[in-house]
Antibody
Framework: QLQLQESGPGLVKPSETLSLTCTVS??????????WGWIRQPPGKGLEWIGS???????YYNPSLKSRVTISGDTSKNQFSLKLTSVTAADTAVYYC??????????WGQGTTVTVSS | QSALTQPASVSGSPGQSITISCTGT?????????VSWYQQHPGKAPKLMIY???KRPSGVSNRFSGSKSGNTASLTISGLQAEDEADYYC??????????FGGGTKLTVL
């Protein structure tokens, strides 16, 4: 059974870099057909797609975040990671990782809350 | 890439049917039969309910159905039950390996 688990600091200072990791178990991030993605949800607001990585290492980002986002993968650890630079309070959110196909986000992590505050 | 448009809230009584709309553009909803719908209960991760506009994953009740016309997709829940009370989000493939979500709809079961 595929499971995803987000990890990383729950508190980040303004202007610093947010770094999160998603550990995948029960499946491989090198699988064909699947992207691995990050989605966030600010408090009381809706979901926002941040970006995805494909097994080949190709990455795809939300244009509104592209200048600040980097997604990378580590096949040896079966993990993929998110880095978001120059964070502000607007980046405070629950961050989810998910397995993505062109048609679905079918398996989600439980989410991790990141607060941007000094 | 703008968010898809959903009503902020809908409500219905137990046993009734409700429909949630999701309006995009000819660049996303209108171009692909790749709209999916997610149910989210408070404090929980979203759950896939409908994909490719009309298909249900295994285990999802057949009370949930989807459709699409032009740039608008819809989710219909029939025979409303108390446990259906949740937030619902649509999502569409938007080309070039990008996706866009709707703003979400809060369903209240009266």
């Amino acid at each position: 059974q595929l499971q995803l688990q987000e990890s990383g600091p729950g508190l980040v200072k303004p202007s610093e870099t947010l770094s999160l990791t998603c550990t995948v178990s029960g499946g491989s991030i090198s699988s064909t057909y699947y992207y691995w993605g990050w989605i966030r949800q600010p408090p009381g607001k809706g979901l926002e797609w941040i970006g995805s990585i494909y097994k080949s290492g190709n990455t795809y980002y939300n244009p509104s975040l592209k200048s600040r986002v980097t997604i990378s993968g580590d096949t040896s650890k079966n993990q993929f990671s998110l880095k978001l630079t120059s964070v502000t309070a607007a980046d405070t959110a629950v961050y989810y990782c998910a397995r993505v196909t062109i048609a679905t986000l079918d398996v989600w992590g439980q989410g991790t809350t990141v607060t941007v505050s000094s | 890439q703008s968010a898809l448009t959903q009503p902020a809230s809908v409500s219905g009584s137990p046993g009734q049917s409700i429909t949630i709309s999701c309006t995009g553009t000819s660049s996303d909803v209108g171009s692909y039969n790749l709209v999916s719908w997610y149910q989210q209960h408070p404090g929980k991760a979203p759950k896939l309910m409908i994909y490719e506009g009309t298909k249900r994953p295994s285990g999802v009740s057949n009370r949930f159905s989807g459709s699409k016309s032009g740039n608008t997709a819809s989710l219909t829940i029939s025979g409303l039950q108390a446990e259906d009370e949740a937030d619902y989000y649509c999502c569409s493939y938007a080309g070039s390996s990008t996706w866009v979500f709707g703003g979400g709809t809060k369903l209240t079961v009266l």
